[in-house]
């Protein structure tokens, strides 16, 4: 008789099952983003001290910004494509590194068209983040728990934004404002190493049960196919649901624009604030867009229980909420008091994120696997193409006219999409059984 091992057996003993590692994984892809968002608000942070060492004008700010803005648009169909083709973990990876470095060399920026540059660079490697988004809720949760993945995935986007400015601040007191690119640039390269050593697609990962694997597939969606690049755009492009997921795109991104990049030079030139307030108050409207992302996947749960929608109309439902909350942007023109001003905008923050993670949600509900990064990649595209025209119009009108006129603007953008939203993607029919 034998006494041998099966070495079968011996790797199932060896392998340790974690549970729930759909959601560790989730979390895993959080920190990425919450990192890309430090190292990408880090600019808007500076900005007031970066204007005074580097002798910056607030249209050659503008021109840094709008770098940023037109490399992440042009980039996130390509990143898309890139990742759908090449796989999430080796994509996203060689994306995030070479943001890092991107990052780090700003501390060695002389002049403002240094910083546009190395600006362009970061914009480019960065636009990888929301098409690994929709990625990372496709692949590892069933459609079932895809809007409150969604939801949860948003969060990865403000909280980032949110803890960039006491983060940079502190760095910045500690060692200048090259330091602080640098502390930032470093937490990048930590995140690219835990990446590569924990992340894998479910069907390789060591440490998935069979039974969480067979909860995810259980939708058992068709294999993904994979296209060539251009044709890939063509194929998205010819669908309508498509164009109600990005014309709302593109409506509600100058807000977030305005938020990453802008609020912090508002708050010291229209209100005051020195680095040390920008830095206590810039993070609370990030907190609200960090609520209004959790949020808004349960909203859906809220309007199927309550009004009957189908998973579609909910997450719609749940989308429309979310800009008439943004009408809260358009009364900051109305009051002098910071505080009252500090609130509305985080309104604002809320408010948006709710639709930013519901149109992701949208993303991966009408999509197949083999599309969703490219799709969302192109639907981020519209939404920056929009960001960067309007950071430009604020580079040449804020010091002429202010940004009352921009807020109240912004008040409003949401509403527009959500009529495109409704028309082109809302289901005219009865709840599914």
């Excluded at 728990?145 to 980032?160: D, M």
Aim: hydrophobic share 55%; proline share 4%.
């Amino acid at each position: 008789m034998s006494h041998g091992i099966n070495p079968e057996l011996t790797t199932v003993k060896s392998k340790r099952v974690v549970k729930h590692l759909r959601w560790w994984m989730l979390v895993l892809f959080l920190l990425g983003v919450t990192v890309n968002y430090i190292t990408r608000n880090s600019l808007g942070i500076l900005a007031p001290e970066l204007k005074v060492s580097l002798g910056l004008t607030t249209e050659q700010y503008s021109w840094i910004v709008g770098a940023f803005q037109l490399a992440y648009t042009l980039f996130q169909p390509l990143c898309g494509w890139l990742i759908d083709v090449i796989g999430l973990k080796i994509g996203f990876m060689v994306c995030a590194g070479i943001w890092a470095v991107a990052c780090l060399a700003h501390a060695g920026a002389g002049s403002w068209l240094h910083l546009a540059i190395l600006r362009f660079v970061m914009g480019g490697a960065e636009a990888a983040a929301t098409p690994a988004n929709a990625k990372t809720i496709g692949e590892w949760f069933p459609k079932s728990e895809r809007p409150i993945a969604a939801g949860w995935a948003g969060v990865g986007f403000s909280v980032g934004a949110m803890l960039a400015p006491p983060i940079i601040y502190f760095a910045h007191a500690s060692f200048g404002w090259q330091g602080a690119f640098l502390f930032t640039g470093v937490l990048a390269l930590l995140w690219v190493v835990l990446w590569w050593m924990f992340y894998y697609n479910p069907e390789q990962h060591p440490n998935l049960g069979k039974s969480e694997l067979e909860f995810i597939k259980q939708d058992n969606e068709p294999a993904p196919v994979k296209l060539p690049f251009f044709t890939a755009l063509k194929t998205v492009s010819k669908d309508k649901r498509f164009y109600g997921i990005a014309i709302p795109a593109f409506m509600a991104e100058p807000a977030w624009a305005v938020l990453s990049f802008w609020v912090p030079l508002y708050l010291a030139n229209e209100r005051g604030m020195d680095l040390k307030q920008i830095a206590m108050f810039a993070w609370l409207p990030f907190l609200a867009a960090d609520l209004g992302s959790v949020v808004s996947g349960y909203l859906t749960r809220l309007y199927t229980r309550l009004f009957g929608c189908t998973r579609v109309n909910s997450v719609v439902a749940s989308s429309v909420t979310g800009a008439f909350l943004m009408i809260s942007l358009a009364l900051v023109a109305m009051t002098d008091d910071p505080y009252i001003t500090i609130a509305l905008i985080s309104i604002g923050g809320f408010g948006h994120q709710i639709i930013s993670c519901m149109l992701s949600a949208l993303v991966v509900e009408s999509f197949d696997k083999g599309q969703m990064a490219t799709v969302n990649g192109m639907r981020g595209s519209f939404a920056w193409i929009a960001s960067f025209i309007f950071s430009l119009i604020i580079g040449v009108t804020a010091d002429k006219i202010g940004f009352n006129p921009l807020f109240i603007a912004m008040g409003f953008f949401d509403l527009i999409g959500a009529f495109f939203l409704i028309a082109f993607i809302a289901e005219r029919r009865a709840a599914r059984a």
